[in-house]
């Protein structure tokens, strides 16, 4: 994938939409693969050692927003980055999971699949502008972080249940406002920061079901 130093075009006609469509899930795709790389590999790291990945992976991605405006090739190398750190990040969290209660892995996985394309499809076919909608959810993933960290010092009743079927109703807006940027987006070079959009909204679906069907309190 050479990078691109070509103006956006005005607009993309209907072969071009799905050839961004399908760049955008391809790489989406390949950066699960390597985030799966990473979660292997780090399955054993201790905590100290997922904070630290946590940390690289966002810098990575600040990184990428600067680097899709110079050389698509960066972006999507530092994309696949992002997808292996991330995955080294959270290989500990699944690793406990599948140890524990393989079948709410499963159960999780397929439960984010549908979610992710009922939701995908919705938001890729509505006519309806999200960005509203997408700047009420910033602020209320803002709240949700915050009563996550409420919950660390204060126990609360259901808590973990109430965190996971909020950040479900929030994803799933996000869903949509994600996809719907990908049927309207109007330059091909966005897929890798596309990308790694849509792969953090299947990311975290998949670990709110995981918390679900594992039954944590």
Do not use: K
């Not at 130093?5 to 790489?27: A, K």
């Not at 810098?59 to 990428?64: E, S, T």
């Amino acid at each position: 994938m050479a990078s691109t130093t070509t103006t956006p075009s005005e607009s993309l006609n209907h072969d071009e939409e799905r050839g961004l469509f399908g760049q955008t899930m391809g790489l989406v795709a390949l950066t699960a693969g390597c985030f799966a790389l990473g979660a292997y590999v780090g399955r054993n790291a201790s905590g100290a050692w997922a904070i630290l990945f946590y940390i690289l992976s966002f810098g990575v991605l600040l990184g990428m927003n600067a680097a899709a405006r110079r050389s698509e090739q960066m972006a999507v190398g530092l994309l696949f980055a992002f997808g292996l750190l991330l995955g080294l990040a959270v290989g500990p969290t699944i690793a406990y999971y599948v140890g524990a209660d393989p079948q709410a892995v499963w159960q999780a996985g397929a439960a984010t699949a549908l979610f992710v394309a009922g939701f995908g499809a919705a938001g890729y076919a509505t006519r309806r502008d999200l960005s509203t909608l997408a700047r009420f959810l910033f602020w209320a993933l803002i709240g949700l972080i915050a009563f996550g960290i409420v919950q660390i010092f204060v126990q609360i009743p259901n808590g973990a249940l109430i965190y996971a079927v909020v950040g479900l109703a929030i994803f799933a807006g996000l869903i949509l406002f994600d996809f719907q940027r990908l049927r309207r987006t109007q330059d091909i070079r966005t897929a890798p920061l596309l990308a790694a959009s849509i792969f953090l909204d299947i990311l975290n679906v998949f670990l709110f079901f995981l918390s679900i069907f594992s039954g944590d309190d």
